[in-house]
């Protein structure tokens, strides 16, 4: 099983910002060719995509956080990224990631709060 492990969340004032990564526990053969997200679940609400990046490296963006958030990716260390800037109180939520195709076993997610 494919262990996806998420960090860099926390607690920030709105217009500030975080940098999340997620690694996968696999080989870079395997992660290079996933297609990648990053999803959030805000409070009482379902889990949503916000980002994407598939393996030729095109990403995609809710309109929710386009031109704010940025997803990235590096291979060789089996890592997406996903930096989060002008944040706003709606961000807040549990940060997950895992294959476009919600694929993997999902994470413990890492907690981002934004106050305002």
């Known amino acids: 099983q494919v262990q996806l492990v998420e960090s860099g969340g926390g607690l920030v004032q709105a217009g500030g910002s975080l940098r999340l990564s997620c690694v996968a526990s696999?080989?870079?053969?395997?992660?290079?060719?996933?297609?990648m997200a990053w999803y959030r679940q805000a409070p009482g609400n379902a889990r949503e995509s916000v980002a994407t990046i598939t393996s030729d490296f095109s990403t995609s963006y809710a309109d929710s956080v386009k031109g704010r958030f940025t997803i990235s990716r590096d291979n060789a260390k089996k890592t997406v990224y996903l930096q989060m800037n002008n944040l706003e109180p709606e961000d807040t939520g549990v940060y997950y990631c895992?294959?476009?195709?919600?694929?993997?076993?999902w994470g413990q997610g890492t907690q981002v709060t934004v106050s305002s």
């Open positions: 895992n294959t476009i195709q919600s694929g993997l076993l």
């Open positions: 696999t080989n870079i053969f395997i992660f290079r060719i996933y297609n």
